[in-house]
């Protein structure tokens, strides 16, 4: 293995491959600042230009922006609370509030510290289990993903002891937008009022930017001001704070580094998933979990370790059998095709050399897009001194036209405004708005997967406890039920 990485490295580190390397890192950090971008549409306008392409030149610039994407998502995540890509939402839970309170260099701190840091730990992990690839992947059938999507959706629906019934109606309602559209088992229209544009379902960057950006931005312009509340106390100056306590807090790093590449591997989750649970496994264990969404570092490094780690993660199913395990990865495997390679376990032995070298260049990635992330913090941070009145408009904007940029359909448009709206009707009512849409994207594949084990099983329900797989996923739902109930019976109990 050491003898192909070094090989791999050498290919890459030539210049002309560098350049192709930096091209790629410089357009997945403007494609991931623009809310509704992100990766999946740079990779996307890729295709076409790699034909023609060395196999490595290829590489390194997919490689380049899928390794660049997350932190340019997470910096407007942070100074906006307009997440430029999907799994960038959860930064804004804590990364947006420490913006408010004038710490905005300190969560971009943050950010360039423990991506890479989740970035190098996944490319560890990946290396490690690609010999058992294939095993990995297997464990997960229709009985395991419903159970995943349920354990997900409980995890973050009872996440907030304080708000749990308003944490259950949101959850209620993203499970009831989950269910509009075609039916994907047994056939048939739901919910579309006569809507051919609902046929597909709800779209998932039209909503987060709506319930997110668009939010946060209506109440900025009713409000007035600036997203930094006290200007005075603005620090363009905390980088080095962040980098602190990124490495100060290393349990975190790893805990969401192994979420992200764990998530990542199974097919049809995707990085959002990922970087949600990271977010709320990491505020379950901690000591005062009603302290986050107010500002805690914690929240910004537990998600943004699982977002890149979860690149690592989502190769493996992409390369061992052609199922990709994102939709960049979607994406990636028309490239994989395109330059004559056919994904499945001969590509670990006609092709190892090249996939090691992506390996790399996902590596390089992140660290440089990391660094340009540092050297550009002071100006980026100043975003947070530009009244709102100025702000708003400009983002809106940008966020519309980078959600009709996606499929050039104007109901996206409408959508996202009408979730605009909504998400600021939770956050003036203080309903959580993370139940809502973790159970708008984990929807689908819990009632995919329910209803195939149910085919398989033949109505059966001890099809759910066919595996250890299954039984794990079972205890760990039984568990999280726990750990959010019995505090508040006891503390009904001792106060009767």
Same mark, same amino acid.
């Given at each position: 293995?050491?003898?192909?990485?070094?090989?791999?490295?050498?290919?890459?580190?030539?210049?002309?491959?560098?350049?192709?390397?930096?091209?790629?890192?410089?357009? %997945?950090? =403007?494609?991931?600042?623009? +809310?509704?971008? $992100?990766?999946?549409?740079? &990779?996307? @306008? #890729? *295709?076409? /230009?790699?034909?023609?392409?060395?196999?490595?030149?290829?590489?390194?610039?997919?490689?380049?922006?899928?390794?660049?994407?997350?932190?340019?998502?997470?910096?407007?995540?942070?100074?906006?609370?307009?997440?430029?890509?999907?799994?960038?939402?959860?930064?804004?839970?804590?990364?947006?509030?420490?913006?408010?309170?004038?710490?905005?260099?300190?969560?971009? %701190?943050? =950010?360039?510290?423990?991506? +890479?840091?989740? $970035?190098?730990?996944?490319? &560890?992990? @990946? #290396? *490690?289990? /690609?010999?058992?690839?294939?095993?990995?992947?297997?464990?997960?059938?229709?009985?395991?993903?419903?159970?995943?999507?349920?354990?997900?959706?409980?995890?973050?629906?009872?996440?907030?002891?304080?708000?749990?019934?308003?944490?259950?109606?949101?959850?209620?309602?993203?499970?009831?937008?989950?269910?509009?559209?075609?039916?994907?088992?047994?056939?048939?229209?739901?919910?579309?009022?006569?809507?051919?544009?609902?046929?597909?379902?709800?779209?998932?960057?039209?909503? #987060?930017?709506? /319930?997110?950006?668009?939010?946060?931005?209506?109440?900025?312009?009713?409000?007035?001001?600036?997203?930094?509340?006290?200007?005075?106390?603005?620090?363009?100056?905390?980088?080095?704070?962040?980098?602190?306590?990124?490495?100060?807090?290393?349990?975190?790093?790893?805990?969401?580094?192994?979420?992200?590449?764990?998530?990542?591997?199974?097919?049809?989750?995707?990085?959002?998933?990922?970087?949600?649970?990271?977010?709320?496994?990491?505020?379950?264990?901690?000591?005062?979990?009603?302290?986050?969404?107010?500002?805690?570092?914690?929240?910004?490094?537990?998600?943004?370790?699982?977002?890149?780690?979860?690149?690592?993660?989502?190769?493996?199913?992409?390369?061992?059998?052609?199922?990709?395990?994102?939709?960049?990865?979607?994406?990636?495997?028309?490239?994989?095709?395109?330059?004559?390679?056919?994904?499945?376990?001969?590509?670990?032995?006609?092709?190892?050399?090249?996939?090691?070298?992506?390996?790399?260049?996902?590596?390089?990635?992140?660290?440089?897009?990391?660094?340009?992330?540092?050297?550009?913090?002071?100006?980026?941070?100043?975003?947070?001194?530009?009244?709102?009145?100025?702000?708003?408009?400009?983002?809106?904007?940008?966020?519309?036209?980078?959600?009709?940029?996606?499929?050039?359909?104007?109901?996206?448009?409408?959508?996202?405004?009408?979730?605009?709206?909504?998400?600021?009707?939770?956050?003036?009512?203080?309903?959580?708005?993370?139940?809502?849409?973790?159970?708008?994207?984990?929807?689908?594949?819990?009632?995919?997967?329910?209803?195939?084990?149910?085919?398989?099983?033949?109505?059966?329900?001890?099809?759910?406890?066919?595996?250890?797989?299954?039984?794990?996923?079972?205890?760990?739902?039984?568990?999280?039920?726990?750990?959010?109930?019995?505090?508040?019976?006891?503390?009904?109990?001792?106060?009767?």
């Amino acid at each position: 293995m050491i003898e192909l990485l070094g090989q791999a490295a050498t290919d890459l580190l030539s210049l002309q491959t560098i350049l192709f390397l930096f091209l790629g890192v410089i357009v %997945g950090l =403007v494609f991931g600042v623009i +809310p509704g971008l $992100g990766g999946t549409t740079a &990779l996307a @306008l #890729l *295709l076409p /230009l790699t034909f023609g392409m060395q196999v490595i030149d290829a590489f390194a610039m997919a490689g380049g922006i899928m390794g660049a994407v997350a932190m340019g998502g997470s910096i407007s995540a942070i100074l906006l609370n307009a997440p430029g890509t999907a799994p960038s939402a959860a930064t804004c839970l804590d990364g947006y509030p420490l913006a408010q309170q004038g710490r905005a260099a300190e969560a971009i %701190g943050a =950010v360039a510290t423990a991506s +890479p840091l989740g $970035g190098l730990f996944g490319v &560890l992990t @990946l #290396l *490690l289990v /690609l010999p058992l690839a294939r095993e990995i992947v297997l464990l997960f059938g229709p009985p395991e993903f419903f159970l995943l999507a349920v354990f997900g959706i409980v995890t973050v629906a009872m996440s907030d002891s304080q708000n749990l019934l308003r944490g259950l109606i949101a959850a209620g309602v993203g499970l009831m937008l989950a269910f509009v559209g075609y039916d994907d088992v047994h056939g048939g229209v739901r919910f579309t009022f006569g809507s051919n544009y609902l046929w597909d379902g709800i779209p998932l960057i039209p909503s #987060l930017v709506g /319930l997110f950006g668009m939010a946060e931005m209506i109440g900025l312009s009713i409000k007035g001001g600036t997203v930094a509340a006290d200007t005075a106390a603005v620090r363009l100056d905390g980088v080095v704070s962040g980098v602190r306590a990124t490495l100060r807090h290393w349990k975190v790093v790893i805990r969401g580094s192994l979420t992200g590449t764990l998530i990542g591997a199974i097919p049809g989750v995707g990085g959002t998933v990922a970087t949600f649970i990271a977010y709320s496994t990491t505020k379950k264990a901690d000591r005062d979990p009603d302290s986050f969404g107010t500002g805690r570092i914690e929240g910004v490094v537990a998600p943004e370790s699982a977002n890149n780690a979860k690149d690592s993660g989502a190769l493996l199913p992409t390369l061992a059998f052609g199922i990709p395990g994102s939709a960049e990865m979607a994406v990636f495997l028309g490239i994989l095709v395109l330059h004559g390679m056919q994904p499945g376990p001969a590509m670990f032995v006609d092709h190892v050399q090249d996939i090691y070298g992506l390996i790399l260049a996902l590596t390089f990635a992140a660290v440089l897009a990391s660094l340009i992330g540092l050297l550009t913090v002071r100006w980026l941070a100043a975003i947070t001194l530009v009244k709102g009145q100025i702000l708003a408009p400009v983002v809106i904007a940008v966020s519309l036209v980078g959600v009709y940029a996606i499929n050039l359909r104007p109901g996206d448009i409408v959508l996202a405004a009408i979730l605009g709206v909504l998400g600021h009707l939770m956050i003036r009512f203080d309903f959580p708005r993370l139940p809502l849409v973790i159970a708008l994207i984990l929807g689908e594949t819990a009632e995919r997967g329910f209803q195939q084990s149910m085919m398989i099983g033949q109505g059966d329900w001890r099809i759910f406890l066919h595996s250890p797989t299954s039984i794990t996923m079972l205890l760990l739902i039984i568990m999280s039920l726990s750990w959010s109930i019995v505090p508040i019976l006891r503390k009904r109990m001792t106060s009767s």
